[in-house]
């Protein structure tokens, strides 16, 4: 069973555009949801991360929303660029308790944005 | 500091075949992770160690074996290496400090390419 579903698989964006990538999860006790990013022939990375207390974290261009009551959350990559062509994944866990650090990743988004 | 690494890079088996992927980090971090990336599944947890001297089984432990030699080195073992192994494995690391204290991110190795033929 999937613990986290992320939609859609691919997407592609025009340059200057907005990418939208969405996650939903079922179980509640997760308290922590990452989004991982991850270039061609690389290992994935830490983009941007929000725990459920706030509803929305900016970092730049990269946007967090999170809907508790819905359980989902998504990505919003503002002024897309091609450099933003990557993997994209969300991610959850539970901070403390016995799984200890254990991520839950959706199945990845491949995000193209054209120059 | 040169992070998460891991060897080989590249490694082509034949169907029966054992062999050891080896990661090791540099950050001091307690806990270690074996994952498994194939096309339109994600990563996908094999093993993990949450400090030195444990192990605990993931998503996908059938087929594997994994080895905390000491907290820096965390190795996967394919003992009898099947066609559906084929895949990318990934290492993380991250400090767990305990169930009272706050994550810190996973940091993730290079990859080793397996091709089971």
């Known amino acids: ?115 | 500091n040169a992070g998460v690494t891991q060897t080989p890079k590249f490694q082509v088996l034949k169907t029966g075949q054992s062999m050891t992927l080896q990661c090791a980090q540099d950050m001091n971090h307690n806990s270690m992770y074996w994952y498994r990336q194939d096309p339109g599944m994600g990563l996908r947890l094999i093993y993990y160690s949450a400090s030195e001297g444990t192990t605990d089984k993931g998503e996908v432990p059938n087929g594997y074996n994994v080895s905390r030699l000491n907290k820096r080195e965390f190795s996967l073992r394919l003992e009898s290496a099947a066609p559906s192994q084929t895949s990318v494995y990934f290492c993380a690391s991250s400090e767990a400090l305990g169930a009272d204290r706050p994550l810190y991110e996973q940091y993730f190795g290079p990859g080793t390419r397996l091709t089971v033929t």
Request: glycine share 10%; aromatic share 14%.
């Open chain 1, 1 to 115: 069973q999937q613990q986290v579903k992320q939609s859609p698989q691919s997407l592609i964006v025009q340059k200057g555009g907005i990418s939208i990538i969405n996650c939903a999860y079922e179980n509640t006790a997760f308290d922590y949801f990452p989004w991982y990013q991850q270039f061609p022939g690389k290992g994935p990375a830490l983009l941007i991360a929000i725990r459920p207390d706030v509803s929305e974290k900016k970092e730049g261009r990269f946007t967090i929303s999170f809907n508790k009551s819905a359980k989902q959350f998504s990505l919003h990559i503002m002024d897309s660029q091609p450099g933003d062509s990557a993997t994209y994944f969300c991610a959850a866990s539970i901070e403390g308790g016995s799984t200890l650090g254990r991520l839950y990743f959706g199945r990845g988004t491949q995000l193209t944005v054209w120059p």
